[in-house]
Structures are given as structure tokens and as C-alpha cells.
């Protein structure tokens, strides 16, 4: 269905320099493409699993980075590694 919108899109430009009010259709086509498929990845129920997944590992690796910065009694950054 993506690249038959696409297509679409693409008439609707070219259309446009003898109408521009294809123009407008074209902004709308994508316009609406856009929020569909910002939708479609909000409400796919695997999509917002690995994304929860992906921040609790996220906070899990700064929070270990803290501690064992603070473990081996240098700051954790750029230049705080400990052995």
C-alpha cells in the first residue's frame, strides 16, 4: 500500500504545475501518510515492546557505568576508567 501511495504522491506533484491545487493534494497524501504510519509504529504491540525493552536496558547500563565508576573511585567519563 506504501508505494502505491507513493505513486500517487508523485502524480499529484507533477499535476501540479498545471493545477496547483494537486499541490495541495499532494500535501495532503502526505501528510496523512506520515501520521499513518507514525500510527501504525505507536500502536504495533511489538514495536512498543522492544522499545521498552531497549530503555530499560538503556537506564540498566548507565546506572552500571555510575556504579562502577564510583567502585573503582573515579568518576565515570571519558577519562575515569577504572581496572
Do not use: H
Amino acid at each position: 500500500m506504501f508505494p502505491l501511495l507513493l505513486v500517487a504522491i508523485v502524480i499529484t506533484v507533477v499535476a501540479g504545475f498545471s493545477t496547483p491545487l494537486w499541490w495541495v493534494a499532494a500535501a495532503i497524501l502526505v501528510y496523512l501518510t506520515v501520521r499513518y504510519r507514525q500510527g501504525y509504529l505507536v500502536n504495533d504491540p511489538d514495536y512498543r515492546a522492544y522499545r521498552e525493552r531497549r530503555i530499560r536496558q538503556d537506564r540498566y547500563d548507565r546506572r552500571y557505568r555510575a556504579e562502577r565508576g564510583l567502585r573503582m573511585g573515579r568518576p565515570a567519563g571519558p577519562g575515569g576508567r577504572g581496572k
